[in-house]
């Protein structure tokens, strides 16, 4: 069974920084490349950043750039979200998303999802 889970969201003062990370098992972790997406109530999804197989590519969201770090940790399965300088436009429930091959900003090339955490940034 594939199960990808989301956590270290919550609630921060603008400015501050959040470490969002996401755990895959039942698949190969190697094998995917990774996604970060948000969405905020009455918006839809949206990209924010994604990683290649090995962590040698990386491609972001114009709102987020210089602000936002994606990473990944082959060895433990696992993808990070380093998320600082944190504004109230970027609360949101924010999603990680494993796709087969190459990274990607189309959510419908994405295979799997994790269940979502919620980031919530007070002003």
């Known amino acids: 069974q594939v199960q990808l889970v989301e956590s270290g969201g919550g609630l921060v003062q603008a400015g501050g920084s959040l470490r969002l990370s996401c755990a895959l098992s039942g698949r190969t972790f190697s094998l995917y490349a990774m996604g970060w997406f948000r969405q905020a109530p009455g918006k839809e999804r949206e990209f924010v950043a994604a990683i290649s197989l090995s962590g040698s590519s990386t491609n972001y969201a114009d709102s987020v750039k210089g602000r936002f770090t994606i990473s990944r940790d082959n060895a433990k399965n696992t993808v990070y979200l380093q998320m600082n300088s944190l504004k109230p436009e970027d609360s949101a429930v924010y999603y990680c998303?494993?796709?087969?091959?190459?990274?990607?900003?189309?959510?419908?090339?994405?295979?799997?999802w994790g269940q979502g955490t919620q980031v919530t940034v007070s002003s």
């Open positions: 998303a494993a796709a087969i091959g190459i990274a990607t900003i189309s959510s419908g090339k994405y295979d799997y």
